[in-house]
């Protein structure tokens, strides 16, 4: 009985997050964007190429993961829609990214409560849908990351490395991202606009 009481009792709002947690798990290969795989391995050489060529791949890293997570937060749709939400993934990756590298050299202490602070915040994301969670996920990895990337760093001397500049690598991925798809909208929104001069040619 004690029990019964305690699940009608249960928030009908904690139901629906942990009805909502196996969405996040559950494999689904027809929603892989392989159009978008293609275009992001395209692009990734970008950052790879002009990274190397002014020698500071310490900061080939930074970009690659801003461009893929922003690739992978894209929700697709309307252009506004989709600028606004990547444009928010990449400040909130920047301060992620400034936080980690700055205290990565620190204590232990500091870099674990900062771990338990940000996972729990990206664990309560789950209560604003599957998409957020995922997003705040992939942050809490990259954060984690940078952590342990920033004590490495800190452990070569003859390698230079600064936050300002970390934070500049992601967002400048991030961004590279939503020029990507900037172009894709202009190039489609011509297409669109061609096609009745095109069938008008052809008759």
């Given at each position: 009985m004690a029990r019964a009481a305690e699940r009608e009792g249960r928030p009908v709002h904690g139901r629906k997050v942990m009805s909502r947690l196996p969405k996040v798990f559950e494999p689904?290969?027809?929603?892989?964007?392989?159009r978008r795989a293609v275009v992001l391995l395209d692009v990734g050489l970008v950052p790879l190429f002009v990274i190397w060529a002014i020698g500071h791949e310490?900061?080939?890293?930074?970009?690659?993961?801003?461009?893929?997570?922003?690739?992978?937060?894209?929700?697709?749709?309307?252009?506004?829609?989709?600028?606004?939400?990547?444009?928010?993934?990449?400040?909130?990756?920047?301060?992620?990214?400034?936080?980690?590298?700055g205290i990565g050299a620190e204590a232990w202490g500091w870099s674990a409560l900062a771990a338990f602070g940000v996972t729990l915040v990206a664990g309560l994301a789950v209560a604003f849908g599957v998409r957020r969670f995922v997003n705040a996920l992939l942050l809490n990895i990259w954060f984690i990351v940078?952590?342990?990337?920033?004590?490495?760093?800190?452990?070569?001397?003859?390698?230079?490395s600064y936050v300002w500049a970390q934070v500049l690598a992601w967002t400048g991925g991030a961004a590279l991202w939503i020029a990507v798809t900037v172009v894709w909208w202009l190039t489609r929104a011509t297409m669109i606009a061609m096609k009745p001069s095109l069938e008008q040619a052809r008759s």
């Open positions: 689904n290969p027809a929603g892989v964007n392989w310490q900061y080939l890293l930074s970009a690659l993961v801003g461009l893929l997570f922003a690739a992978v937060c894209d929700p697709g749709g309307g252009y506004r829609d989709r600028v606004s939400r990547i444009s928010v993934f990449a400040l909130i990756g920047a301060a992620v990214t400034a936080l980690g590298f940078t952590l342990g990337l920033g004590f490495n760093l800190h452990q070569h001397a003859h390698i230079t």
